[in-house]
């Protein structure tokens, strides 16, 4: 019984970790855009600032990705 019990706690932080990274990755692609948007329009102040939260949220989706490699295995 206390087995099927981590089971479905195991899965429920792995569920919510994965909506954090499918979250992350939707404000990956948004600022993408808005960046190619203002760029496109001629402001070119933006891009490198846009290119490091680009960068930060890469790395919160690898780490977060590697913990449910981590916690799965």
């Known amino acids: ?3 099927d ?3 479905e706690q195991l899965s429920t ?3 919510g970790i994965l909506c954090i990274v499918l979250i992350l ?3 990956q692609l948004w600022l993408l855009s808005a960046t ?3 760029y496109l329009g ?3 102040s933006i891009v ?3 290119a490091w939260a680009s960068v930060a949220c890469f790395l919160l989706n690898a780490g977060l990705l590697w913990q449910v ?4 295995s």
């Open 25 to 27: 990755l939707v404000l």
């Open 69 to 72: 490699f981590r916690l799965e």
């Open 13 to 15: 932080v792995i569920y």
């Open 5 to 7: 019990s981590n089971r």
């Open 48 to 50: 490198w600032p846009a």
């Open 1 to 3: 019984m206390n087995r």
């Open 42 to 44: 001629g402001d070119e």
């Open 36 to 38: 190619m948007n203002a």
